[in-house]
């Protein structure tokens, strides 16, 4: 397994977190943002919820990221 392996790996889960609906598949589990608010987030759920959250706000990064990914390997084929 190489670095470009272990790229690939990340940013296909950094894309699986970042389509995941808050109102359709995060707030009936009760994965929401807002349920964390003070205290609670050093649990380790409060620390996923926050790391989809960052997936999901950092979508236009992941895009381009995704567009080189996909460029490159285009260009290598």
Known sequence: MGFWTLVEGLLLFANALAILNEDR?????RWTLAEFRGGRRNTLKGQIVGLIHA????????????IIKVSLWLRST
């Open 25 to 29: 598949f995060l707030g009936p589990r």
């Open 55 to 66: 997936c999901q706000f950092l979508r236009l990064p992941l895009i381009l990221f995704n």
